[in-house]
RNA sequence: GCCCGGAUGGUGAAAUUGGUAGACACAAGGGACUUAAAAUCCCUCAGCCCAACGGCUAUGCGGGUUCGAUUCCCGCUCCGGGCACCA
């Protein structure tokens, strides 16, 4: 055995050694349980960052610790290869996207096989194939045919100076990123699914997924957001015609505080208020500006006008004023809400700027209302109540909301209804890289669903891109075709599908990557079976592509391509990996963000920054915040340094060891030194033993005090490693656990006896630490028992007579403050431990000769005297 | 703005069900080995008070429940994630 550890040696011969007996290929076998362990695959966005090391090596430890417990696992990677930043890098650097794209995965390819990851690369796929979309537009068509996917106006981001439409992100503060002008909202048509359609089930489904953190169920409840309510109308003439102005409230119990109501911009009252009124058609011209993202619209200033026109009050025939608000959207519920600022903080705001009246509605005795602000009392709904309220007087919130939405009922202006905050999942996109929209559109015969023998529609890959438009809108070789049904000249969609669509769904065409017959078959039914064992990914998706996963599986489910209606039974949201940004700023509000590695920080002596220079030219930057690892902020760390350096295994060690994978991490490279300094010490203790010869572990029989507590210590540490390895998914303890055992270790002596309990401890620390560090474990196993596999052993089991203990130390509390200890024989009585305790002199000293009130043993723990 | 998290030594963190706060590491300081350096090994290492024994304080801030709170409850502050076209 040679006596230095050389990673990069070590690491080419495990690889080798895997690749050649095919470890990581994964075989349908109903002989053994099956484990699919899959991590959230990569965007190809150039390099792998730390994100993904942390994510995949999560999955590799997951997987490689169920196949050593004996499970058939399947570890399986692929590309969400769709997506915007291929147009960008495209536009910048005159390459198109599909070579860009394809040059990225080949080279994240090589950097993950570095990494030693068990993936089985058989089943790899990149959703940018025809291969793998086609069948999603094959799914689109049959879910179009069955109104699950339908045709309406959506609003998007509109850059009139570039004449194309931004996403959320290319859009600051108001401004498009590349043009600087100012973006507007702009109508078009788009197709939706129609996700609403499943929100009481993926409501309900949740209380069916125990094995998904509980933060991330709260988070989807909420977004769906089931609320009940009064839907309920406005009555009014205009030109002549008797219409009525519909709402949606939780609040039906404050109605009779309505002062006036708000339109949105684009609602049709507020259209025909702006005919013959500049004034109104500025401010809704106004309104239309900025971008559409829910966070900016929130936040802005809250601005309207009235339109002059008057509603009637459903309940008191009162005439109540339309106003057009700037906060009202119209893709949300009716477009118009019914304002009550007694009681509502937004619309107490609203009033007071433009001095409209505030009516108090509910009151709580004791307690006085006063217009200068408004009153969440209905939040207490024992004690608020009705007033000024005619009939309801007296009413508490449900009482006054069943018999309102009554007397609403019995005029034919309203009902109670369920609403949900959920909207149709809007999957049109005005992008040229992603999956071609598979309709055709007939003069007539209206939208036409591609039929099956013309998929896939393939997405041409040699296009110029400008910036200015889809490049599919102005090829004619690709959207001119003829109709399907009438064989008249027809034009092609040129819109492509949110990338989201192809991630709601990879997962399942692992199991079949290969099948060109069938979305999936019956290898999905194997190893989706009771759904996929465990996902892991991060954090940030847990809303978004998490809900529409879910989602297609119920869509898939309802077309009966599989039988599972959850895709994901276990769920690890592992935190982000962060990182600080710095930027320059180019003016115009555009910024230059630089990679934290061509940047020197400068602190104090407290260890804070102060400042930051770039290396290059010594100039000082600009600090921005601690923020995710991404493309756009430019603040990712290359992961590639570190493996060059140290090799995979201290990479994979070192970001395993940093803190509990559902923490946030913010990335330092401070401590690689100490996982490197622990594998090189690791491989020293194997070398020194194996150099006195190799004997047989040791198996039973008496043993000295000494190594009998290191053999208790080992088993233990056996029961803790694959309990936080298996349940509690908190590697870093385990590694900790495993550092403590070999620190006693090279305490041990050298004797026979001594050498047989080492052997059992390096063969089973070696084995422990095999899912972590693979490389190394393999090296260190075939040296401790030579011709043996240490990827075809099963993880250690701890030795229950091992962890026998016959003293036990117990802490002692006098008024819950520590004073000292006591050690007990294993199973001595409770009235034994009080008596102990009370005589120790640590206790005596701090009774002060008062007597005891109350004697608390918690056993095996503590004992504490209440004076 | 709304929803969800987080905050513990100089640093990353541990404390699994309310029971020894700071395991395991990093950095720092001291020592051994060495001509020297690196590597390695050993020691110290939350703060304050004390010659020492020991004591007091301390888990973002302010309250509460409890014999006992990093852990549970109420009210804040700051930081992070998501907000439907970044993925």
Request: glycine share 8%.
């Amino acid at each position: 055995m040679q006596d230095k550890y050389t990673p990069a040696e070590i690491e080419r011969a495990a690889q080798d050694h895997w690749n050649k007996t095919a470890a990581a290929r994964a075989i349908e076998d109903t002989t053994k349980p099956k484990y699919y362990c899959l991590s959230m695959f990569p965007y190809p966005s150039g390099k792998l960052h730390m994100g993904h090391v942390r994510n995949y090596t999560i999955g590799d430890v997951l997987s490689r610790f169920h196949t050593m417990l004996g499970y058939n696992v399947l570890q399986p990677m692929g590309w969400d290869a769709f997506g915007m930043p291929a147009e960008n890098a495209a536009m910048q650097n005159n390459v198109p996207p599909a070579k860009w794209t394809y040059a990225n995965i080949e080279y994240m390819k090589t950097q993950l096989k570095s990494l030693g990851f068990a993936i089985d690369w058989e089943r790899e796929l990149a959703t940018c194939t025809p291969q793998y979309y086609r069948w999603e537009q094959w799914l689109f068509t049959r879910l179009y045919e069955k109104g699950l996917i339908y045709k309406k106006l959506g609003t998007v981001n509109w850059d009139p100076v570039d004449h194309t439409v931004l996403a959320n992100e290319q859009v600051i503060d108001g401004r498009g990123w590349r043009s600087g002008a100012l973006v507007e909202k702009r109508e078009i048509p788009m197709y939706y699914m129609k996700i609403t359609a499943y929100a009481e089930e993926l409501l309900a489904d949740l209380d069916k997924l125990p094995g998904w953190p509980e933060q991330v169920r709260l988070m989807q409840k909420n977004w769906i957001g089931k609320s009940t309510g009064v839907r309920f109308a406005f009555p009014y003439e205009l030109d002549g015609k008797e219409d009525k102005l519909w709402v949606f409230t939780t609040r039906a119990d404050t109605i009779m505080g309505v002062t006036f109501c708000a339109v949105a911009a684009e609602h049709p009252l507020a259209t025909r208020a702006a005919q013959g009124n500049p004034a109104l058609a500025a401010f809704i011209e106004e309104c239309k500006q900025g971008g559409v993202a829910e966070a900016d619209i929130a936040t802005m200033e809250k601005k309207g006008m009235p339109t002059g026109i008057l509603v009637q009050h459903p309940l008191t025939g009162e005439k109540v004023e339309v106003w057009v608000g700037n906060y009202v959207l119209m893709g949300y519920g009716e477009g118009a809400v019914m304002a009550v600022p007694a009681h509502d903080e937004r619309d107490f705001a609203f009033a007071k700027k433009y001095d409209l009246a505030i009516k108090q509605v509910i009151g709580v005795e004791g307690q006085s209302f006063s217009l200068d602000g408004w009153q969440e009392w209905y939040a207490d709904k024992q004690n608020g109540k009705c007033t000024n309220s005619g009939k309801y007087d007296g009413l508490a919130y449900e009482a006054a909301i069943d018999a309102i939405a009554a007397d609403l009922a019995a005029k034919g202006l309203g009902e109670k209804k369920v609403q949900f905050r959920l909207r149709d999942w809007g999957i049109s996109r005005q992008r040229y890289w992603g999956c071609p929209v598979p309709i055709i559109h007939c003069p007539t015969c209206g939208d036409m669903p591609v039929p099956d023998d013309q998929l896939p529609v393939v997405l041409p890959e040699n296009v110029e891109i400008t910036g200015a438009g889809s490049p599919l809108a102005k090829m004619p070789e690709f959207y001119e075709c003829s109709c399907p049904k009438c064989g008249g000249q027809a034009k092609r969609e040129t819109d492509t599908m949110d990338t989201f669509v192809e991630s709601s769904w990879y997962f399942l065409r692992y199991t079949c990557p290969d099948n060109d017959q069938a979305m999936v078959d019956q290898r999905t039914a194997y190893w989706c079976k009771g759904g996929i064992d465990q996902y892991i990914g991060g954090i940030e998706h847990a809303i978004l592509h998490l809900l529409y996963s879910r989602f297609w599986t119920k869509l898939m489910r309802d077309v009966g391509l599989i039988d599972i209606g959850e895709p994901f039974a276990n769920l690890l949201t592992q935190g982000m990996v962060v990182a600080p940004t710095f930027y320059r700023d180019l003016g115009d509000g555009k910024k230059q963000w630089i990679n934290p590695a061509e940047v020197d920080v400068v602190t104090d002596e407290r260890g804070r920054p102060t400042g930051a220079t770039l290396i290059a030219d010594g100039q000082p930057v600009i600090i921005g915040g601690t923020e995710k690892m991404s493309k756009s902020k430019n603040n990712g760390v290359d992961p590639q340094a570190l493996i060059d350096q140290y090799g995979a295994d201290t990479a994979r060690l070192f970001i395993m060891f940093a803190s509990p994978p559902d923490q946030s991490l913010e990335w330092s490279d401070a401590g690689v030194e100490g996982a490197f300094r622990f594998l090189k010490r690791l491989w020293k203790l194997t070398h020194d033993h194996v150099a006195q010869g190799l004997v047989p572990a040791f198996a039973d029989g008496e043993l000295p005090a000494a190594l009998k507590d290191f053999r208790r210590q080992l088993h233990q540490t056996i029961g803790k490693v694959a309990d936080d390895y298996g349940r509690r998914k908190q590697f870093n303890t385990a590694i900790a656990a495993v550092m403590e055992l070999l620190n006693a270790f090279a305490k041990l002596p050298d004797d026979a006896t001594a050498r047989s309990v080492k052997q059992e401890a390096l063969e089973a620390a070696v084995l422990m630490l095999f899912p972590i560090v693979p490389h190394v474990s393999h090296a260190l196993f075939g040296e401790l028992r030579p011709g043996l596999d240490a990827g075809q052993q099963t993880f250690p089991k701890a030795d229950a007579s091992a962890l026998t203990q016959d003293e036990i130390e117990l802490m002692l509390q006098v008024n819950g403050k520590l004073r000292g200890s006591l050690k007990v024989a294993a199973g001595t009585d409770k009235a034994s431990i009080e008596a102990a305790a009370l005589a120790s002199e640590a206790v005596q000293k701090f009774m002060e000769g008062k007597p005891a009130k109350k004697i608390v043993v918690v056993p095996g723990r503590l004992v504490n005297i209440v004076v």
